[in-house]
């Protein structure tokens, strides 16, 4: 395994080694685009950044394009973005994002979301993910591995979301935006929390163009409950708090006993 914070990746500006400013911090990886169902999570993340930024915990913005185009976004961005820029450009400009944002790179996207949505970005599979999710994808599968050590591997029926039943250990192949990893201060893969986990509300454009336009009904996700996010925010929190704490990947050399 190989710590994620020595991987060679550029900032949304064209800086070189963006993640080497994240060593010795906790971080909550996410893959964002523009304009999607899931966006209005980068207010839910800005909430994170926000809570903890003084603890040593920080959001790291990984621009993709692999879930963006027609039918998945919309508005200005109804085609996706062309880099990292245009990502950061709409976090800060519609949720007042402050946390960074790396360049845009090709992700592990599921082959049942392309069977689902034929017309996005049929190219990605001539593009080869970016190392960043190569490791990500053999710590998450290194993790389950060892899922004898882990007390949380079984999540089924403990929850009231059903995407936290679905477990901690997933995302080795990535069904959207907003697939969110949280790594230790080493760098290391601690948990992942699927894409439509904090989701809470419909995204802000869309939303005012729904009021503008006299939409009464702007409950997007009929299949969440009133009950699933705070249930989600918590157990977020919860988990960030112990890896401030100290908490570390069951994957960190120095766990090498393990």
Known sequence: MKSIYEIPLDSAEGTPNFLEQYKGKVTLVVNTTVGCGNANQLEVLQWLQEKYQDQGFEIIAIPTNDY??????SGPWSEGITC???????????????????????SLPHDTFYEMFPHINADHTKKPPHELYVEITSQIKALREKREFLEDFDTEGKFISPW???GFYHGFVMGGNFEKYLIDKDGYVIKHFENTVL????EKTLKERMIAQGQVNLDQHKDRTPEMFPEEYALVCSEIEKAIAGAKSALNPVLATV
């Open 84 to 106: 990292g820029l245009d990502s950061k450009a709409y976090g800060e400009d519609v949720y007042k994002t402050t946390f960074k944002y790396s360049e845009m790179v090709s």
């Open 199 to 202: 989701n809470y509300d419909i």
């Open 68 to 73: 963006c185009g027609p039918g998945i976004t």
């Open 164 to 166: 936290l039943n679905m």
